[in-house]
């Protein structure tokens, strides 16, 4: 099971860590915290020194309630500093978290080699086009409406199989633009109240009947926080656990925050 990234075939039947690198101002844990191009810096060499294969780079906050930020003001905060990234760091792996095509275009056109798509281009409908234009991976994410919206659309008879039934039907549309490399995100957190996430983390495993990789973004989330009645900055443990879980179940990619301590989880479960 491999994808290709800008020539470089990554093989994920070992599951890889894909480390978060949010330039915005506004996200839920780490918002602002790498404004400056140091700190910037600093914090992709911790990732990659401790073993991540992909960085995840994200300039439109999808938190609940998330402000509205225009393409431009997107662009403005994602084309500088992964410019400055790809300076210092030539030969990583950058994820852009984008739902626009225009910015996914932009990012690919400049050195990005993955699309993250939290809507799975229904936040726009040139995106599946575009992705096939550009012929890089791309990961498609389960959620209802969007982050103003997502928390008022829980309602599922069979949240599982409705979301089975939601990836079969986005993989047939993806795979008629002819996209070739697709990765399914369950989308914890996203359109799902807390018993739901737990409900469709326990069935993790029957995601792999689709056939393609799956990638689980745990990290530091409200249903492990308020789960255990403490905030997302004491989350880690709980994030842990889920990731033993998730890789137990077929797990592909951690989406996470914490490198090191996924790459750890990722050693351990393969030794069982």
Not at 143 to 166: A, C, S, V
Request: hydrophobic fraction near 45%; charged fraction near 20%; glycine fraction near 6%.
């Amino acid at each position: 099971m491999t994808i290709n990234c800008l020539g470089n075939l990554v093989d994920l039947s070992t599951p890889k860590v894909m480390g978060i690198l949010n330039v915005t101002p506004n996200s839920f844990y780490d918002g602002g915290r790498f404004a400056e191009e140091k700190t910037l810096l600093l914090q992709v060499e911790k990732m990659l020194k401790e073993g991540a294969t992909f960085i995840d780079m994200g300039a439109y906050s999808s938190k609940p309630n998330a402000e509205w930020v225009s393409e431009e003001e997107e662009l403005k905060r994602l084309m500088p500093t992964m410019a400055v990234v790809l300076q210092n760091f030539p030969e990583i792996l950058i994820s852009v978290d984008t739902f626009r095509a225009k910015v996914a275009k932009e990012a690919v056109q400049h050195g990005a080699c993955i699309i993250n798509d939290i809507t799975a281009g229904s936040g726009d409908d040139t995106m599946m086009l575009t992705i096939a234009e550009l012929q890089v991976p791309y990961i498609m994410m389960h959620m209802k409406g969007n982050p103003h919206t997502m928390q008022t659309l829980t309602d599922y008879q069979n949240i599982t199989k409705e979301m089975l039934f939601y990836f079969s039907e986005k993989v047939a549309e993806a795979r008629s633009y002819g996209i070739n490399d697709l990765i399914l995100d369950p989308g914890f957190g996203f359109a799902k109240t807390t018993p739901q996430n737990f409900e469709v983390a326990s069935n993790l495993e029957l995601f792999q009947m689709l056939e393609l990789p799956l990638l689980v973004g745990f990290s530091r989330k409200s249903m492990i926080y308020k789960t255990l009645g403490t905030t997302a900055e004491f989350a880690l443990n709980g994030t842990t656990v889920l990731h033993t879980i998730a890789l137990q179940k077929g797990a592909n990619i951690l989406r996470v925050h914490d490198v090191k301590e996924a790459i750890e989880t990722i050693k351990i479960v393969a030794q069982l």
